[in-house]
């Protein structure tokens, strides 16, 4: 049974970091994609970052371009997401997704974390 754990949420200033972890187990992905995607209070989930786990291929949303940064480790079966220079509107319940055939498509992903609480006060 696929299992995705994330970690690393929590209460920061603005202009703070976070790291988020989404540690994966079950089975290993060498395929596709591996996203992390946020939903806000009355908003829609949105595409945040994705990588592949095979390659150097990273993709981003247009509003976390250059403050984040995802990352893997493929040996720990583990996903990163460094965000920094953080924003209250970056405030969410961030997901990781795994083997998504589309980086920035949701309903590609086949499998979903429970999610983290990322609030960024002002």
């Known amino acids: 049974q696929v299992q995705l754990v994330e970690s690393g949420g929590g209460l920061v200033q603005a202009g703070g970091s976070l790291r988020l972890s989404c540690a994966a187990s079950?089975?290993?992905?060498?395929?596709?994609?591996m996203g992390w995607f946020r939903q806000a209070p009355g908003k829609e989930r949105e595409f945040v970052a994705a990588i592949r786990w095979s390659g150097t291929s990273t993709y981003y949303a247009d509003s976390v371009k250059g403050r984040f940064t995802i990352s893997r480790d493929n040996a720990k079966n583990t996903v990163y997401l460094q965000m920094n220079s953080l924003k209250p509107e970056d405030t969410a319940v961030y997901s990781c997704?795994?083997?998504?055939?589309?980086?920035?498509?949701?309903?590609?992903?086949?499998?979903w974390g429970q999610g983290t609480q990322v609030t960024v006060s002002s």
């Open positions: 997704a795994a083997d998504g055939s589309a980086p920035r498509v949701v309903a590609s992903y086949d499998y």
């Open positions: 079950g089975r290993t992905f060498r395929n596709y994609y």
